[in-house]
T-cell receptor, first 112, second 113 residues
Framework: KQEVTQIPAALSVPEGENLVLNCSFTDSAIYNLQWFRQDPGKGLTSLLLIQSSQREQTSGRLNASLDKSSGRSTLYIAASQPGDSATYLC???????????FGGGTRLMVKP | GAVVSQHPSWVICKSGTSVKIECRSLDFQATTMFWYRQFPKQSLMLMATSNEGSKATYEQGVEKDKFLINHASLTLSTLTVTSAHPEDSSFYICSGGSGDTQYFGPGTRLTVL
């Protein structure tokens, strides 16, 4: 059974710092991996999706990498801002059209 | 991207009552939809897979008679929480697939008094 772990569970940083969020998964047979943002009491916002054949994806200040063989992904946030404060979730999908298995999330607080 | 809606966005009900949550794919058809549950400060956990025209598949530990799922059309799946109790209070999120991507609804917050 796939298990997804995110480290750290919580992170507090001053504004402007570059930071890395980590995600690991136990079964490397994935179709894709996705990073989401969730604000308190809200739904999910998809940030980046990496197909299993890809190594990384970038969107603005966000960069996500994928090392499928080692079961790891990282989300890099450059020049963090208070508006980045949220919970970040990674999730893996085994096959197209299948359910997603989520990690426990990293709660990020960026202080002004 | 494709859009998935949920209704209601939040609901408060008395213990013992039933609550129906709708999940609609607005601009695509989904033969399969997924229902997740998220307790406070926890991640999303899959509850069940909703299959159009057939019975839903439930994850271990999820009571099928308590959480009734109906997927009568390619754009609508409903989750009914029967005889709700305070421990059912949670954030319920659905998703539907279009191509390679799963699209998530905005979620429904259920509070059972």
């Amino acid at each position: 059974k796939q298990e997804v772990t995110q480290i750290p569970a919580a992170l507090s940083v001053p504004e402007g710092e570059n930071l890395v969020l980590n995600c690991s998964f136990t079964d490397s047979a994935i179709y894709n991996l996705q990073w989401f943002r969730q604000d308190p009491g809200k739904g999910l916002t998809s940030l980046l999706l990496i197909q299993s054949s890809q190594r990384e994806q970038t969107s603005g200040r966000l960069n996500a990498s994928l090392d499928k063989s080692s079961g790891r992904s990282t989300l890099y946030i450059a020049a963090s801002q208070p508006g980045d404060s949220a919970t970040y979730l990674c999730a893996v999908q085994r096959n197209a059209g299948n359910m997603l298995t989520f990690g426990g999330g990293t709660r990020l607080m960026v202080k002004p | 991207g494709a859009v998935v809606s949920q209704h209601p966005s939040w609901v408060i009900c008395k213990s013992g009552t039933s609550v129906k949550i709708e999940c609609r794919s607005l601009d695509f058809q989904a033969t399969t939809m997924f229902w997740y549950r998220q307790f406070p400060k926890q991640s999303l956990m899959l509850m069940a897979t909703s299959n159009e025209g057939s019975k839903a598949t439930y994850e271990q530990g999820v009571e099928k008679d308590k959480f009734l799922i109906n997927h009568a059309s390619l754009t609508l799946s409903t989750l009914t929480v029967t005889s709700a109790h305070p421990e059912d209070s949670s954030f319920y999120i659905c998703s539907g697939g279009s191509g390679d991507t799963q699209y998530f609804g905005p979620g429904t917050r259920l509070t059972v008094l």
